[in-house]
Antibody, heavy 115, light 107 residues
């Protein structure tokens, strides 16, 4: 079964950091481009970051550029999102998603930013 | 910017629902529709403006190109009442954007 399972969410203070992980199974992870997408009360669904399966190139939404870093470990079939300098508006449910457009989604991991 | 209308649509089971999505500039046919039920992740319904994703029933159909798109659901079933989002994936480098969603509710 094709599956994506996110983890690493939690409560963090403004200005703090979190590292999200996404474990992939049931498919050849190294053959797929991957994304992080979030759902927040303020903006609804928002694409956050993309990483290529071909050359590892990365792209970010303007709202997170310079603060978030997407990476992948093909040997471990894992996707990561390092989030620094977190703000209240970054709070929400973070999904990893496969392909473009996104055909496979995880169930999400919740990030709360509050003092 | 992707704009969906209406924000809420009330339709009776068995009837047809028509949802609209407008792009602020042409996205060609690089347009997808997603369904999101409460407590679940979004599910891809349509991509390429009109191609149904694997396993999506034929009562779902997408149309349009450029800036105007439509998702039609014929003969609504109880499980179809959910929120629907359109999303463009035309831009490169990627700056993928979603519409704000249409809540399809039971009339």
């Amino acid at each position: 079964e094709v599956q994506l399972v996110e983890s690493g969410g939690g409560l963090v203070q403004p200005g703090g950091s979190l590292r999200l992980s996404c474990a992939a199974s049931g498919f050849n992870f190294r053959s797929y481009e991957m994304n992080w997408v979030r759902q927040t009360p303020g903006k609804g669904l928002e694409w956050v970051a993309y990483i290529s399966h071909i050359d590892g190139s990365t792209f970010y939404a303007d709202s997170v550029k310079g603060r978030f870093t997407i990476s992948r470990d093909n040997a471990k079939s894992s996707l990561f999102l390092q989030m620094n300098s977190l703000r209240a508006e970054d709070a929400g449910l973070y999904y990893c998603a496969r392909d473009v457009p996104w055909n496979v989604w995880g169930h999400g991991t919740l990030v709360t930013v509050s003092s | 910017v992707m704009t969906q209308s209406p924000a809420t649509l009330s339709v009776s089971p068995g009837e047809r629902a028509t949802l609209s999505c407008r792009a602020s500039q042409s996205v060609s046919r690089n347009l997808a529709w997603y369904q999101q039920r409460p407590g679940q992740a979004p599910r891809l319904l349509v991509y390429g403006a009109s191609t149904r994703a694997t396993g999506v029933p034929p009562r779902f159909s997408g149309s349009g190109s450029g800036t105007e798109f439509t998702l039609t659901i014929s003969s609504l079933q109880s499980e179809d009442f959910a929120v629907y989002y359109c999303q463009q994936y035309y831009n490169w480098p990627p700056q993928y954007t979603f519409g704000q969603g249409t809540q399809l509710e039971i009339k």
